[in-house]
Nanobody, 128 residues
Framework: QVQLVESGGGSVQAGGSLRLSCAASGFSYYSSRCMAWFRQAPGEEREGVAAIDRAGSTTYADSVKGRFTISKDNAKQTLDLEMNSLKPEDTAMYYC?????????????????????WGQGTQVTVSS
């Protein structure tokens, strides 16, 4: 059974930092999958934040470029999101997602429909 479990969310003041982690289990060929972070604020649609492909190439939404860094450890099957210079508009539930093995268009800002497996989310709240 495949599973994605996020951790590391919390409450910070604007300008602060958080590091989110996602632990994957049960995946075959984890290293070959596109991995991504999404977020969803109350009343808003889920939006892609960042993606990383099998070679480690990364793509970011314009809203987080230069502030967030996505990384993964294939041996540990983990996915991280380092978030710096946080803003109140970054407040959302953050989700880790993995693609199917057939999907290879990782080098675009991720779209929810492109990803097959999802975690339950971790809440990030940024106060002004």
């Amino acid at each position: 059974q495949v599973q994605l479990v996020e951790s590391g969310g919390g409450s910070v003041q604007a300008g602060g930092s958080l590091r989110l982690s996602c632990a994957a289990s049960g995946f075959s060929y984890y290293s070959s999958r596109c991995m991504a972070w999404f977020r969803q604020a109350p009343g808003e649609e889920r939006e892609g934040v960042a993606a990383i492909d099998r070679a480690g190439s990364t793509t970011y939404a314009d809203s987080v470029k230069g502030r967030f860094t996505i990384s993964k450890d294939n041996a540990k099957q983990t996915l991280d999101l380092e978030m710096n210079s946080l803003k109140p508009e970054d407040t959302a539930m953050y989700y880790c997602a993995a693609s199917s093995l057939k999907f290879d268009r990782c080098r675009v800002v991720p779209i929810p429909g492109q990803y097959t497996y999802w975690g339950q989310g971790t809440q990030v709240t940024v106060s002004s």
